[in-house]
């Protein structure tokens, strides 16, 4: 189930960009990003009603402060996302995207980040990377 929720979340990133890029071309930049993020937290809103409803105090109690960051991130994503985009097209853009996620996430693990977990060095893994990486010089060529 974990492999298809990630397939669909590619996908969905890959639209989202699409769209939030052509949003900015007919607006801003951060008018669009300010549209992604309240339409954002109004579908937040909304599904909450119909779910759980944990209490919203609880972010209170989350530590460390830092996470709470999430959302300037994803404004500064959302940012990025259309820059790379709307200068390199969808399919590159999303190529150097997926492939800077997967060297900062093997970052986070192997050095254990933000409460993360650190993981052992695999060789296999830092191999896997510079395949990406190599896939990128490939699809420019």
């Known amino acids: 189930m974990g492999i298809i929720i990630a ?3 590619g996908a969905l990133m890959s639209i989202q960009g699409v769209f939030n ?3 900015t071309e007919q607006s801003s930049m951060w008018v669009a ?3 992604v993020q309240f339409s954002a937290f109004l579908t937040c809103a909304g599904i909450w009603l119909f779910t759980g409803r944990q209490p919203v105090g609880d972010l209170l109690q989350v530590t460390p402060k830092y996470v709470l960051l999430g959302g ?3 404004a500064l994503i959302t940012y990025t996302v259309v820059k790379s985009m709307s ?4 399919a590159q853009a999303a190529l150097l995207i997926v492939v800077s996620q997967i060297v900062v996430a093997y970052g986070i693990e192997l050095f254990g980040l933000f409460g993360v977990e650190k993981a052992d060095f695999q060789w296999r893994k830092l191999i896997g990377a510079l395949i990406a990486v190599a ?3 490939i699809f420019r060529k």
Do not use: N, R
Not at 87 to 90: A, T, V
């Open 7 to 9: 397939l669909i979340s």
């Open 21 to 23: 890029t052509k949003v």
């Open 33 to 35: 990003a300010g549209w």
């Open 72 to 74: 300037v991130i994803g």
């Open 87 to 90: 200068g390199l097209g969808p």
């Open 135 to 137: 896939g990128i010089v």
